[in-house]
């Protein structure tokens, strides 16, 4: 009765009396991935004209058969729980899949048999384990772990796949290939794993233990809003094993009938199971009927409900939090599962109404559609030798082990087929252009990856090749348009505080990116406030690739180390205590809080940002913890960082570092380039290093004035066994050498060490990228000056300038609306002026004093900053009143919505400008997002708002897409509108409670 009335809670009122509730799901075979509907279809393709099948799944299956023939399959897998040159279970879900599509009708049964006789082997070993008296846990397929640890993630969907497809199969007599003993088989095992996976770790009742809730806890409370202040229960949901314990115990379930989901004579009493100590113990299993499939309501109104929340909230922004190396996993699992509730039929209306939304993720969530967008904008401009090929060198961040882009089938496979069913037709063919050519080797490689290039983890991967790429399809030939210029320059993960930006789609681009997000998770870094830079096929400096304390370290990202408070009780040669010892970033749920991004700006001669790291330097410590105040690491008192991007080539960084106590060392950190043999050099204040393909990158040491400079090779913390994966592979930046007979990793990174450990400190440095011929531009340091009547007093903004224009920052983070005076060289003709407050108006008045010049900022006026207060002012512009429109939002998805219903959404304009602003409201694109009522007509004054209402009125099913444009003159505000319009239902519960998400 509790947990029924807990979904009542959930759904709201999908259970009152006489409401009419979600259509029963899909009672045939096959609903994983592919349906009835789908076999026509897939079987026309199966063709010898096809090279995704000829070359790719017809050649794979034929090589898997003659292995299976000479017993390679399956007796080179050994059963583990991690890797295994075998995994059956992959195998047995391609014959399954074979014994669906392949054209000739004589062959299927025998797929079909092969797929049987697999699935049954593995099964059928672990199901002897289990029924043993007592539950053994000794041999193949038979260890707790087999379920729930690293096999489990990578190829446990396989099981159910094959289950489900292998239900729609018939031997060559017409008669079921699984009979019913071998679904009652498959019952007792996939119920006894569901089991250990709904107790594995992470799951969202009790690891970690704060904050414990009873298993089978669904809804709201699992989210703990109230009680888990640093969500780090919530941010677990984002790992990459509890995607892989949700997806498989979700498709376990649904893979069963009703029917079957029923105990038998052979269904044991009991179970094994670890203990919240680690030990193994025998508990009593739950086998009544329906004990396999009622674990849906676990997985759809627990585990995916808290991560739908997450990836809508936290972790907003279509990047994965735990980075590339996991996206796959973390990310692609969830994808995966929410596909298959999608072809279950759980995903339409019916089925979110009697769920919730996150049912229909890939419909609802914006997150999933723009991981699409997110991982090409990750992708450097050109691709590079290695030792896979040529590779692209992504933007890379979190744990990592070899740097290049390896191929994200497991995460757009889904998203594209998704989009398939519902005619997004711009992320279909996004998606097959990228699977082409963004992996190794691309498009040479190409034929490989669809036959899972001879790597049994890959099977599966194969399989979506097959799905995704429709031979009839323009979009599927090598010669498909790349879809990037089509796309902005610049991409923005909120949640990840991820910026990439670029001047261009082209090989010779640069490209510039910054990140600040929490560290809560397995596998996130110290690197709060990194920043990035890439010119002309080169990255001139960025994050060295590393995995775990050690190569997660701020000093390895681009930052700045803080001495800290190393407590007596402290082990210096800890998790914690090496990253004290750095000065570095807490590591991971160690930090005291979350960072904050406080100003952002774009635009086509500069990108801004601020971010305020500050928390993230200080420890956490739970209530009751006996370490004393003084032994505690809570003495940073001030992080933060200012860097604007001059485009193409020049980087300005302002860092503000203050503690507590006197006496703390405070270092500026940047990765170098090499060109070994030689090493950059160090002339007063400025180096100079050398890229491998001979660019320079010129560093100028500006503030503070008191400084020590050194190239650092070495690295005293990190002990020698850490060493060969805390620093990892294929990163230009990571060099090898012999060290004792050794082979030893570093990088070559700059100190700027400020003198004397001052208790507050600023550093300004100066980048700037070049071509081997070409000098290093002239820098000053500039400070501003007091001004008769303003209150803002001398010193309170540091400057450079370099070449013809100068960049300011404020010394303090409190955004400045009223006046300054900026002393520079007279020959100084463009200033950008951060730390403003946002949309503030400005007089500006320039003074000549012989060979400089002063800049009087007043407030009021006609120049304008932008929304992440920057003021650019160049010498000799006069500024128009004008009119600026800006929206509250420029997407709006509405997600899955019935035919013949509609939904309103508003958005609401503002005119930041300075002249009144004629209003022209109009749309482009489907008429089924149309123009509603609203008060954005006639003219908007300076600083007026308006709202405007357009609504979504699907009239027939699939992906609708359209943009808003209201203009005024030369400026437009444009919102981008999406909907997926569905047959019947009504959508009872949004996840994450606000309507408007």
Same mark, same amino acid.
Request: include cysteine.
């Given at each position: ?39 026509? @279809? ?65 062959? @299927? ?21 289990? @029924? ?89 409370p699992l989210l703990r809003l109230g009680t888990d202040l640093r969500r780090h229960r919530l941010r677990f949901a984002g790992n990459n094993y509890f995607a892989g314990h949700m997806r498989n115990m979700g ?291 960025? %994050? ?60 086509p001669r500069y990108s801004a940002v601020t971010g305020d790291a500050t928390r993230l330097y200080n420890a956490w410590y739970e209530n009751g913890d006996a370490t004393p105040l003084a032994q505690r690491a ?61 660019? @320079? ?91 008769? %009547? ?208």
């Amino acid at each position: 009765m509790k947990r029924w009335w807990m979904l009542c809670t959930v759904v709201l009122l999908a259970c009152l009396p006489g409401l009419r509730l979600a259509a029963e799901p899909l009672s045939t075979h096959p609903r994983l991935w592919i349906t009835s509907e789908d076999l026509p @279809r897939l079987r026309q393709w199966a063709s010898p004209q096809n090279p995704v099948y000829t070359q790719g799944l017809r050649q794979l299956a034929t090589w898997a058969a003659q292995a299976m023939d000479n017993h390679d399959i399956p007796d080179d897998d050994n059963g583990g729980s991690t890797w295994s040159a075998i995994n059956t279970e992959e195998y047995a879900a391609l014959f399954a899949f074979m014994a669906l599509v392949d054209p000739d009708p004589a062959a @299927r049964p025998q797929w079909a048999q092969r797929g049987r006789t697999l699935l049954l082997h593995a099964i059928g070993r672990a199901d002897t384990c289990m @029924r043993a008296t007592p539950p053994t846990q000794s041999g193949a397929f038979c260890t707790i772990a087999f379920s729930v640890s690293d096999r489990s993630r990578w190829t446990g969907a396989a099981f159910p796949l094959a289950a489900d497809w292998l239900q729609a199969a018939t031997t060559a007599g017409g008669q079921p290939v699984l009979s019913a003993a071998d679904r009652a088989t498959l019952r007792r095992v996939f119920l006894v794993w569901s089991r250990l996976s709904l107790e594995a770790y992470p799951n969202p009742y009790n690891n970690p233990p704060e904050f414990s809730l009873p298993v089978g806890t669904i809804g709201e409370p699992l989210l703990r809003l109230g009680t888990d202040l640093r969500r780090h229960r919530l941010r677990f949901a984002g790992n990459n094993y509890f995607a892989g314990h949700m997806r498989n115990m979700g498709l376990r379930a649904i893979a069963i009938d009703p029917a079957d989901d029923v105990p038998d004579a052979l269904t044991p009493a009991t179970y094994l199971r670890r203990n919240g100590a680690g030990n193994i113990v025998e508990v009593p299993l739950e086998s009544g009927p329906g004990a396999l499939r009622g674990l849906l309501t676990d997985v759809l109104g627990g585990w995916l409900f808290v991560q739908d929340y997450l990836l809508r909230h936290d972790s907003r922004g279509g990047l994965p939090q735990e980075g590339m190396e996991y996206a796959p996993t973390s990310i692609g699992i969830p994808a995966q599962f929410l596909f298959a509730l999608e072809t279950a039929g759980y995903a339409d209306q019916a089925g979110q109404a009697r769920w919730g939304t996150q049912v229909a993720g890939l419909s609802t969530n914006p997150f999933y559609r723009a991981t699409l967008f997110g991982l090409i904008h990750s992708q450097s401009p050109r691709a590079t030798p290695s030792g896979f090929g040529l590779v692209y060198r992504p933007a890379w961040y979190g744990d990592g082990e070899q740097y290049y882009q390896n191929d994200p089938i497991d995460i757009l496979g889904p998203l594209a087929l998704h989009a398939m069913r519902v005619g997004d037709t711009q992320v279909v063919d996004a998606v097959r252009w990228v699977q082409r050519f963004i992996p190794p080797d691309g498009n040479s490689g190409f034929a490989g990856r669809t036959r899972a290039n001879g790597s049994s983890g890959d099977v599966l991967s194969s399989l979506m090749y097959f799905l995704l790429f429709d031979p009839n399809s323009p979009a599927s030939l090598p010669t498909a348009p790349d879809p990037r210029p089509a796309l902005d320059l610049a991409f923005w993960s909120e949640g990840m505080g991820r910026l990439l930006t670029r001047t261009g789609w082209d090989t010779n681009a640069r490209w510039f990116d910054y990140r600040l997000s929490y560290n809560a998770v397995d596998h996130q870094h110290g690197d709060g406030n990194l920043f990035e830079f890439y010119r002309a096929g080169e990255w001139l400096t960025k %994050g060295t690739l590393g995995y775990g304390n050690d190569g997660g370290a701020t000093d390895y990202k681009n930052g700045v180390t803080i001495q800290n408070t190393l407590g007596a009780s402290v082990d210096p040669n800890g998790f914690l205590g090496t990253r004290l010892r750095r000065g570095a970033q807490m590591p991971q749920n160690r930090s005291e809080g979350d960072p904050v991004v406080l100003a952002r700006s774009e635009d086509p001669r500069y990108s801004a940002v601020t971010g305020d790291a500050t928390r993230l330097y200080n420890a956490w410590y739970e209530n009751g913890d006996a370490t004393p105040l003084a032994q505690r690491a809570l003495d940073v008192a001030h992080a933060s960082r200012s860097v604007l991007w001059l485009k193409p080539d020049h980087i300005v960084v302002y860092d503000r570092a203050r503690s507590h106590s006197a006496g703390r060392a405070k270092r500026f950190w940047l990765n170098l380039p090499d060109r070994l043999p030689s090493l950059p050099q160090v002339s007063g204040s400025r180096v100079t290093a050398t890229t491998p393909g001979g660019q @320079r990158l010129f560093v100028t040491t500006l503030l503070p004035t008191a400084h020590s400079t050194a190239i650092v090779t070495t690295d005293p913390i990190m002990a020698p066994d850490v060493n060969g994966y805390a620093l990892g592979n294929e990163d230009s930046f990571i060099q090898t050498r012999s060290v004792n007979g050794q082979t030893e990793k570093y990088a070559t990174r700059l100190r700027v060490e400020a003198d004397n450990a001052p208790q507050d400190v600023r550093f300004l440095h100066v980048l700037q990228g070049a071509d081997a011929a070409t000098p290093a531009d002239g820098t000053t340091l500039l400070a501003s000056e007091a001004l008769a %009547g303003c209150a803002t007093p001398a010193g309170a903004f540091d400057g450079a300038a370099v070449a013809s224009q100068s960049a300011w920052f404020a010394r303090d983070l409190t955004p400045v609306r009223g006046c300054l005076a900026l002393r520079m060289p007279a020959a100084v003709t463009v200033h950008t002026v951060t730390g403003l407050a946002p949309y503030a108006h400005f007089q500006v008045t320039r003074e000549l004093i012989g060979a400089e010049q002063r800049l009087v900022i007043l407030p009021g006026g006609p120049w304008m900053a932008d929304a992440g207060g920057v003021l650019r002012y160049e010498v000799g512009s006069t500024p128009a009143a004008t009119a600026w429109l800006v929206a509250s939002a420029t997407e709006m998805d509405f997600g899955t919505a019935a035919i013949g219903s509609a939904v309103d959404r508003t958005v609401t304009i503002t005119n930041r400008g300075t002249a009144a602003a004629p209003l022209v409201a109009s749309m482009q694109g489907d008429t089924a997002l149309q123009l509603g009522a609203g008060t954005c007509t006639g003219t908007l004054a300076p600083g007026a708002q308006c709202n405007q209402t357009v609504r979504f009125q699907p009239t027939t099913p699939g992906y609708r897409s359209a943009t808003l444009h209201i203009t005024s003159g030369a400026s437009t505000a444009a919102v981008t509108l999406r909907g997926i319009g569905e047959p019947g239902g009504d959508v009872l519960f949004r996840n994450g409670f606000d309507p408007t998400i």
